[in-house]
């Protein structure tokens, strides 16, 4: 699978927000997206590259992966289990 292909569910703009705000906003985002859906979180806080994952595979949630986008933040995507 191709991160860049995705089509999220939604997307939660944390750009700007450091840690712990972009995994307690993952975690109330993911609460509304459906089972089977994916959300996709965009951050710029360097923490986040070992949070987001972590958590994005636990409680039967997938972690997709991660990629740097061009315009200079991170693009996570995990799949709701």
């Known amino acids: 699978m191709d991160l860049h292909d ?3 569910f939604s997307v939660l703009d944390a750009r700007g927000l450091t ?3 972009p ?3 993952t ?3 993911l609460k ?3 089972a089977g859906e994916i959300l996709e979180i ?3 806080d360097p923490g986040s590259k070992n949070d987001i994952p972590h958590f994005g595979g636990k409680n039967g949630n997938t972690f997709l992966g991660l990629f740097d ?3 200079g933040h991170t693009r996570y ?3 709701k289990g």
Request: proline share 12%.
């Open 27 to 29: 975690k109330k985002e």
């Open 23 to 25: 995994l307690l906003k």
């Open 42 to 44: 965009w951050g710029t």
């Open 69 to 71: 986008d061009d315009e």
């Open 32 to 34: 509304g997206v459906p």
């Open 19 to 21: 840690c712990p705000m």
């Open 77 to 79: 995507f995990i799949q």
């Open 6 to 8: 995705i089509k999220p």
